[in-house]
């Protein structure tokens, strides 16, 4: 410690990464899904990642946040080893994601289900206390409500919405544990041309501070949304680029133009 305090030994917050992927790979069985994977991604910033079916992104995504443990690499999350630690664990630390397929309750409303994304990353979730008028979880699902903007539509049933915005009820779900990195997985799949814009609105909305990776086939959503492009294919990373440079790039149009999506 130095005579003010400080640590010399240790980084200040703001520029530990949120994200380093250290040669990570992930095989099931004899499928390699991915393989030597290294990226970081600083605090703050919006990572697009995009690439074919099959590419290892989701792959990737679950390595992050535990649901598929690395066979092989490192994970660190905010400067936390977390390579070994559980998807609760990891969740603590601050991740929030969405998946492709919806997880939300469709005989619910949209506040029930933020209710109970709120409620479920509350330290007493097993408490069967029933939401009073004054109860702050429910204030907090209302925020989230606006935020995801699907305010006007509170007490519609998930199974009355459209998929867009079933879409930013989910967003609104992941939020709901206030992460530090929130990870969006393909959020525009299956959205109409009309639905589209709004949700970019909401992501390009989201607080600065808060760290994003976006999977997202559809580049109209992905590259205003993004500080960095990173393109996969066949489970490892083949280019990492601005948004403005990513489609003039060989490699990326050899993969979109050149039969390979
Ligand atoms: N649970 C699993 N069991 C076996 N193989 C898997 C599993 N999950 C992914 N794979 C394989 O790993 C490879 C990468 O898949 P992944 O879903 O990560 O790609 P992706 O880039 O997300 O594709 P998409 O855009 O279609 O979602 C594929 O060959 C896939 O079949």
């Known amino acids: 410690m130095t005579q003010h305090g400080e640590d010399p030994g240790r980084a200040d917050a703001s520029t530990v990464p949120a994200l380093v992927a250290d040669r990570v790979e992930r095989s099931f069985g004899a499928v390699m899904a991915i393989k030597d994977v290294s990226i970081t991604i600083a605090a703050g910033e919006r990572r697009a990642i995009l690439g074919p079916n099959g590419a290892g992104k989701t792959t990737l995504f679950n390595t992050i946040c535990g649901d598929y443990p690395p066979t092989g690499g490192r994970i660190m999350l905010f400067g936390e080893d977390v390579t070994t630690l ?9 991740i929030g994601r969405t998946y492709q397929s919806s997880l939300l309750f469709t005989g619910l409303t949209v506040l029930e289900n933020l209710y109970l994304g709120v409620r479920g990353a509350m330290p007493n979730r097993l408490s069967l206390r029933k939401a009073g008028r004054d109860d702050a979880a429910l204030a907090k699902a209302r925020r989230l409500a606006e935020q995801v903007r699907v305010d006007r539509i509170c007490d519609a049933r998930i199974d009355s919405l459209s998929h867009g915005q079933r879409r930013q009820v989910e967003v609104g779900m992941a939020l709901a544990c206030d992460p530090r990195l929130l990870m969006l997985d393909e959020p525009a799949a299956g959205l109409s041309a009309a639905e589209r814009p709004e949700l970019v609105k909401l992501i390009g909305d989201l607080p600065r501070d808060l760290t994003l990776i ?24 083949v280019v990492e680029s601005t948004p403005d440079r990513i489609a003039d790039d060989p490699v990326v149009q050899a993969i979109y133009l050149g039969g390979g999506h």
């Open 214 to 237: 976006l999977i997202e086939h559809d580049m109209d959503v992905a590259l205003p949304n993004c500080d960095i492009v990173t393109v996969m294919k066949d489970g490892e990373v």
């Open 86 to 94: 559980n998807p609760h664990r990891r969740a603590r630390l601050g």
